[in-house]
């Protein structure tokens, strides 16, 4: 044992080399294993991410609609004794509010919307001439540019004929194209019923998960792990909400101003507004793109004047109105920002683009207030346990005491 430990002294340096070295290519090799079935493990996890849709859709309704029932239970109904009826009637009064919007929603809205794409659709002759006189126009001027509308309606004639062309060989991709639709409705009507389960039996599920929570964990563990949770908790519920508001305040903006000037498609336009202000950063120039193009083909003043209040309501709603319902900023930069819409939009599509900063911000919350500090806590430790080196001794004193 002696023998063992004295090896050990005298060749630290090599066994700490060696697990360095077994370290680094395990962490290779598990890698390498993960690459070579990415494959296998992204069906793993798209099959287990069906199979549990209508769960995640659950949870995700019960969390959106849970802070508006949370408003009537804390702050409406707070004087009620009973938490348990309190409770019930928050979610009812939140259900009600939430049905009563989409009802509203489908009621206004869709036969808005029905009718701009039919006048779309009614009116496209006149838009094809419009463009073509402006295709005459340019090609009069010059400056090398040659439009030839007439191959370019040949080309997307050809296209749609190959389509209709094409439909009966693709039959059975139209059908479980249809049949993917019918599930998807139907996981989002079982996420629906169970976002409401979910939501009466909040208390419950808190309480028992608290209870796993407090048995794995230390009390310490326990707080910071809630305050982390809390804090997640916050950013999250301030992005969705002040984000859903902010959009709804953009797209109703957008309809008041062109109906009072008369432009065509307000609802339509407006929607398109108020669903693209929910992209963060590309999401306004979206909007004010597709409006345009719509209104340029009735009318170019429209097109014009159109731009003008898009510009002036985004700088509104930059300076304005976000600073205002983001009471605190989420602290991150624009660098971190764009990177993370992108690697979000290519990771997860859309949904990695709608929640690209509320998780940009967590990861810079941790990165301050968990990692630097575990770091700047660990070389202060390992500064304490090295030995300062001894300083060299004065030459009399050597002298001296020989």
Not at 188 to 195: E, K, N, Q, T
Not at 245 to 262: E, K, R, Y
Not at 300 to 326: G, H, M, N, S
Request: aromatic share 8%; net charge positive.
């Amino acid at each position: 044992m002696r023998r063992f430990r004295n090896l050990v002294k005298n060749h630290t340096s090599v066994f700490v080399f060696a697990a360095l070295a077994a370290g680094i290519l395990c962490v290779v090799m598990t890698g390498y294993v993960i690459f070579s079935n990415i494959g296998a493990i992204g069906g793993f996890i798209s099959g287990v991410t069906r199979v549990l849709s209508p769960v995640i859709i659950g949870l995700v309704t019960a969390y959106i609609i849970d802070p508006l029932a949370m408003v009537f239970e804390d702050k409406v109904l707070r004087k009620m004794k009973n938490g348990k009826t309190r409770r019930t009637l928050s979610v009812l009064i939140a259900l009600i509010i939430v049905l009563a919007l989409l009802g509203l929603f489908v009621g206004t809205l869709i036969p808005s919307l029905i009718s701009s794409i039919s006048m779309l659709i009614d009116n496209a002759e006149s838009y094809y001439e419009t463009v073509e006189d402006v295709a005459e126009k340019i090609n009069g001027i010059g400056f090398g540019l040659n439009i030839d509308l007439k191959a370019i309606e040949n080309s997307v004639n050809n296209m749609l004929g190959n389509l209709v062309n094409n439909l009966s060989d693709n039959l059975s991709s139209v059908l479980n194209t249809t049949k993917n639709i019918g599930a998807s409705l139907v996981n989002a009507l079982l996420g629906v019923i169970l976002a409401v389960y979910f939501l009466f039996s909040k208390k419950s599920l808190l309480s028992a998960l608290e209870r796993l929570r407090r048995a794995v964990w230390t009390p310490k563990q326990y707080e910071e792990k809630t305050r982390f949770w809390n804090r997640c908790n916050d950013i999250f519920t301030q992005y969705i909400g002040c984000n859903l508001i902010d959009a709804l305040i953009i797209g109703m903006a957008t309809a008041v101003f062109m109906l009072a000037l008369g432009m065509p498609y307000a609802p339509l336009v407006a929607f398109v507004v108020g669903v693209a202000n929910l992209i963060p950063t590309f999401g306004p120039i979206i909007g004010a793109v597709v409006g345009a193009l719509l209104l340029v083909l009735v009318k170019p003043a429209y097109a014009l004047w159109f731009l003008v209040f898009t510009v002036a309501i985004q700088i509104l709603d930059a300076y304005v109105i976000k600073p205002r319902l983001f009471s605190s900023s989420f602290g991150i930069s624009a660098v971190l920002t764009l990177v993370s819409i992108t690697v979000g939009s290519n990771l997860f599509g859309i949904v990695g683009v709608l929640l690209a900063i509320p998780v940009a911000a967590i990861l810079s919350f941790v990165y301050d207030e968990r990692l630097i500090p575990w770091l700047e806590k660990k070389t202060s430790d390992r500064a304490v346990k090295t030995p300062a080196p001894a300083s060299p001794e004065p030459a009399g004193e050597a002298e001296t005491k020989e």
